[in-house]
């Protein structure tokens, strides 16, 4: 990619709720292909950025650019249209649905009927029904989601529900997966068994920024790393070079440690 | 699952069109016009089911709805002769544009918009009715309409006109349950629970929420147009704030996101006020006390209710019957 524009650039984004600056001036940039991190202390405007990248926060200036094209403006559904999909910190599953029509329902976009072959239910409707199930099993076994997928999906544990909504975004067919604080509520075991799984989605292509907390994870998986402070960016590098930033040592690193 | 689904369904479906078929032989005459007026609120709930069971959107104005393709197709084929199918295609097709000129401006703002613009509608249409005596006749009626006739028939039987509503009730049973079943029964689905998750799967909840709510104004106008040429006159007394309430309670006592539930729950309380004439008055008091009734100690409506029952008899069965004491040893029949 190099010399070419980025795959993913966010440039002078700045956000304000009334008197408070969410955001102010961030830029950063994703290469194709790897796992990006976006650290900083709770309030830092992570979440705010992953709103304003998807469309559900309008900026109140900056441009966003992906894969060759503008989404500055547009509309949540336009957004992942155009393959950005995203799981949330405040985990949305679907309640009112099985573990499996969660995940169907992420393919929403992939659905080749229309309202025609459903009211009438033409062949194409059951056979894209069926596939539509398939890849939906296939998602959550990739995801190590096990359980009884006809289950109400608000019945699994908090952990198996983080997975599940990886799995439906994944569902999605995304290029660029944005993950806000997949490792929160998990126990060591599952937060290991993220890090192997955030290395196989990677391996199928998909470009991943993840917004985390956990430290170890972190520096594990990353081959980018920015740090967010107050809603401006404080640092940008490796792993290893954000670790060394005297600036980030002082501001985050330093006091969690 | 779901291909036991799929036949548990056809199975429903047929046991539907059966008790529909033999309804009207099994009850004494008089039920017929009950049956009738049963079945256009069947169709109501349904419509309104879609919006508010499994769209989570609020509409307290459906009656107009009805109202405006009752009054469109009596004034058509009325005063202005027109035969009575194109004045019911009429009828629909107003009351599907007039919902898609509210929906749209008001689908894209979030909150309960919906629920305030069509309480709003509701009492302007109701008000038309009245003043617009020129159009309408007024507070008096229109009277004079037509019964449906259509390809050289007339129906004029009840049990004629029976069979044509519950025939028009069952099409409509079977398509909402498709689109239920479908791509879009999910989005809507997703659209209640979280909008925002929904549109970043790539939902465009606007444009849902705008189909869905034109959607279930066609229903209402086809319930309302079948309605004027079944009693051949129209006031606005039936289209009132009073009917939006009432289809609102036949949904929810009907149960939430279930398309039996709309017909049970409409059948339901088409034939209770019948037993219970004495009501009349408080009927308003009634449905205000049924819906609060239903969201404290039954929130999944009468469908529900069934699902419980139909629990409970499957397990104290199994408990019975030593053969099958395994299986009632699982999970299955202790749902909550
Ligand atoms: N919808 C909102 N309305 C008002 N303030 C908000 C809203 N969303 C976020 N904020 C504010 O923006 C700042 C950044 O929040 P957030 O993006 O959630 O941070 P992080 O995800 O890094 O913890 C905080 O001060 C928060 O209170
Ligand atoms: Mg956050």
Known sequence: MSGSE????????TLRFGGVTALR???FSVSKGTVHAMIGPNGAGKTSLFNVITGLYEPDAGAIRFSGKSLTGLPPHAVAQSGIVRTFQNLEIFTNMSVLENVVTGAHLSVKYGPLDFFLRTPRYFREERRLREEARAE??????????????????FGSQRMLEIARALAAHPRLLLLDEPAAGLNIRETSALGELIRRIVAR?????????DMALVMDISDRVTVLNYGEVLADG????VQRNPAVVAAYLGEEA | ?????????????AAFAAIIAAAPFLLPDYYQSVLIVAGLFAILSMGLNLLMGYAGQISLGHAAFYGLSAYASGIL?????WPVPAGIAAGVVLSGVTAALIGIPTLKLKGHYLAMGTLGFGVIVYIVFNEAVGLTAGPSGLTGIPRLSAFGKTFSTDREYYFVVWGTAFVLFVLARNLVRSRMGRALRAIHTSESAASVLGI????????????????????????AHFVTFVSPGSFSFHASIQIVTMVVLGGMASLWGAVAGAVFLTVLPEWLRAIEDYDILVYGAILVLTMRFLPGGLAEGAERARGTLVSAFRRKSPASAAAASGAEGRKP
């Open chain 1, 6 to 13: 980025p795959f993913f650039a966010g440039e002078g984004i």
């Open chain 1, 25 to 27: 001036d961030v830029a």
């Open chain 1, 140 to 157: 959550l076994s990739f995801v190590g989601l096990d359980a009884d997928v006809s289950l109400p999906a608000a019945q699994l544990p």
């Open chain 1, 205 to 213: 292509g998909v470009t991943v920024v993840m917004v985390e907390h």
């Open chain 1, 238 to 241: 490796t792993p290893a070079e």
């Open chain 2, 1 to 13: 699952m779901s291909s036991n689904r799929g036949k548990g369904s056809a199975a429903g479906l």
């Open chain 2, 77 to 81: 084929t009325t005063t202005f002769h």
């Open chain 2, 204 to 227: 465009d909840v606007a444009r849902y929420k705008a189909f869905v709510f034109v959607l279930s104004a066609v229903y209402a106008g086809i319930a309302g147009a079948l309605y």
